[in-house]
């Protein structure tokens, strides 16, 4: 069995699948509407209501359940297609990737390195990177951080009301520097889950954050002396970075909005394979964007 596919083979997979999604979808449409016309019909005749209903959810049902496997073979069948291509571009971008001792995306890793001020508990990390880009000695990985709503957060006009919810989703880039923090500290800005990247002027960056330090004297000088690195980082991306920085290891939390590191995201014109690897590029500039503003606005790397 071929480890990839080739671009012809590839487009016809995804077109066979968006096929068997058609008529699953007509299928379920048509169990739905027939169980609202039967729910009509029988409840007007003989106040019977039970076979429309169980017609709709079949509908419901039967897409749902499919729909969860067609996405898992979309999914295969692209990982399939992209997996030589993505493994050559990963390398000729960042080298190897390395395993780097104390440098694993543990608990108890983000704990000490924690990039929100929310009251996490659980984790999910994915697709970890160790390389190199332009003389930086990286780390990077798509993250998400789960916990429950303090009353603060529900307050929020953007925060869900209650209950568990991601308190940051997005990617976690971490960079080796060549001076230790005096003292670690956290810079987030005050916005639920990041907050939405309106511009902001320069003059205004350390009126916008919030910090977290046990010297916070020493914060607010590291914000002066790099807030135009701080300043390209927070209009650079939709959502504004967590910034922390703690013995020779400054981490920016980069929050994104559905897309992920070292992946092909969106939805690429399957009639045109280029544009998925394209897509699966434009992912890794994610982090090759904030290491290349930190090489140019900071003498830490």
Not at 53 to 72: K, T
Not at 178 to 199: D, E, H, Q, R
Not at 251 to 271: C, E, H, S, W
Request: with cysteine.
């Amino acid at each position: 069995m071929q480890n990839n596919l080739k671009d012809e083979e590839f487009t016809k997979e995804l077109k066979r699948i968006r096929k068997r999604k058609l008529i699953v979808r007509s299928i379920s449409l048509t169990l739905i509407l027939g169980g609202i016309i039967m729910l009509f019909v029988l409840y007007q005749l003989y106040f019977d209501t039970f076979t429309g209903f169980i017609m709709i959810l079949a509908g419901l049902l039967f897409w749902g359940i499919c729909a969860i496997y067609m996405s898992g073979d979309r999914k295969a069948a692209i990982d399939k297609f992209i997996k030589d291509y993505k493994e050559q571009t990963e390398y000729e971008y960042f080298g190897p990737n390395l395993e780097s001792p104390g440098w694993e995306i543990t608990k108890e890793y983000l704990l000490n390195n924690n990039i929100s001020q929310k009251e996490w508990d659980e984790f999910k990390a994915a697709d970890r990177y160790e390389g190199y880009w332009n003389g930086i000695h990286f780390m990077a990985a798509n993250l998400t951080l789960t916990g429950k709503m303090s009353p603060l957060d529900a307050a929020d006009e953007n925060a869900p009301s209650s209950g568990r919810t991601e308190l940051f989703s997005g990617i976690l880039i971490s960079v080796e520097t060549k001076v230790s923090a005096k003292s670690p500290f956290l810079i987030t800005f005050p916005k639920y889950g990041g907050g939405a990247a309106n511009p902001i002027a320069l003059n205004e960056l350390s009126k916008r954050c919030i910090v977290r330090s046990d010297d916070p004297d020493y914060a607010r000088t590291f914000i002066d002396t790099y807030a135009a690195c701080i300043h390209r980082l927070y209009n650079e991306y939709k959502y504004s970075p967590h910034i922390y920085f703690g013995g020779d290891r400054l981490q920016i939390g980069i929050q994104l909005l559905g897309d992920k590191f070292r992946a092909v995201n969106g939805k690429p014109d399957i009639n045109n394979p280029d544009a998925f690897r394209e897509s699966f590029n434009d992912s890794l500039k994610y982090v090759t964007r904030a290491l290349d503003i930190i090489k140019e606005e900071t003498d830490l790397v």
